[in-house]
């Protein structure tokens, strides 16, 4: 599905994104690992091309950083000389205290950080890469939301904020960049079990959270893996500028 293609994931180091980089590897991609720790960004760079036979790379990234947000694109450009695909992955860690505080008890320095890595980590990614994609007259962009950005929540009214935030920049991407062939897609995923977000539940959070989701289950990592790699293929070369909720049928109701 992806063979040969060079595909850039934010905060593939674990959780979504490191199912990401595994799935993605399998089909064929050469995958760009990136993550706050160099070291084991590389390793398990090193640990997908070894048993997927492909060329991938681990590099350190802070889309909070400027700096780092172009270098890692140019070092990318250097090895490769193009990026098909961008999935911007990495996320604020979810902190409890910012996630249980009401909406008027948010200060603007949390506010600011979670945007800066969550939306403008994601603007920066995506400013980064479009030129190099403009120039083959082809590329794919995945953006990462969230379901309380489309239903809204009761709480994490930051988080809510800075993943709302990025169905914007999804659907302008997509109106302003499609002359190119250039697709540009969001994912909203609703409650799924990575280890950041799961293992700092309790047991009677996690099964009231569950009693919500129609399917009676949280999500898995994998299962937005698969609709990454969709989005990413061919197969959905007609679809630009849509969010795919991966929510088990959480907010239908």
């Known amino acids: 599905m992806l063979d040969g293609r060079i595909a850039v994931i934010t905060g593939s180091t674990r959780g ?3 199912a990401m ?8 991609a ?8 160099e070291k084991e960004a590389q390793s398990i760079a090193e640990q997908l091309s070894r048993e997927y036979q492909t060329k991938s790379i681990g590099l350190k990234l802070d889309v909070s950083q400027a700096d780092e947000v172009n270098g890692m694109i140019n070092k990318v450009r250097k090895k490769y000389g193009q990026i098909d695909v961008l999935v911007n992955n990495a996320g604020y860690p979810i902190k409890d205290e910012l996630w249980d505080a009401s909406f008027e008890q948010i200060q603007d320095q949390d506010l600011e950080s979670i ?3 969550d939306t403008i980590g994601t603007y920066r990614c ?6 190099i994609m403009v120039e083959k007259h ?3 962009i995945i953006n990462i939301s969230s379901t309380p950005a489309i ?3 009761i709480k994490g009214a930051p988080y809510t904020v800075a993943k709302a935030a990025n169905l914007g920049i999804t659907k302008h991407i997509a109106a302003e960049f499609g002359k190119y062939g250039i697709r540009c897609n969001a994912i909203a995923p609703g ?7 799961w293992d700092r539940l309790t047991t009677e959070q996690r099964v009231d959270i569950v009693r919500s989701i129609p399917l009676g289950r949280a999500g898995k990592p994998e299962e937005i893996a698969t609709v990454a790699l969709v989005l990413a293929s061919d197969y959905t070369s007609f679809v630009n500028g849509q969010t795919i909720v991966v929510d088990g049928g959480e907010i239908i109701r």
């Open 16 to 18: 979504s994104g490191r």
């Open 21 to 28: 980089a595994e799935l993605f590897s399998e089909h064929g």
């Open 30 to 37: 050469n995958v760009v690992v990136t993550g706050r720790d």
């Open 115 to 117: 945007v800066g890595v």
């Open 126 to 131: 995506c400013r980064g890469v479009l030129p």
């Open 138 to 140: 082809r590329g794919v």
């Open 151 to 153: 239903s809204g929540y």
């Open 191 to 197: 409650t799924i079990a990575t280890q950041r977000n």
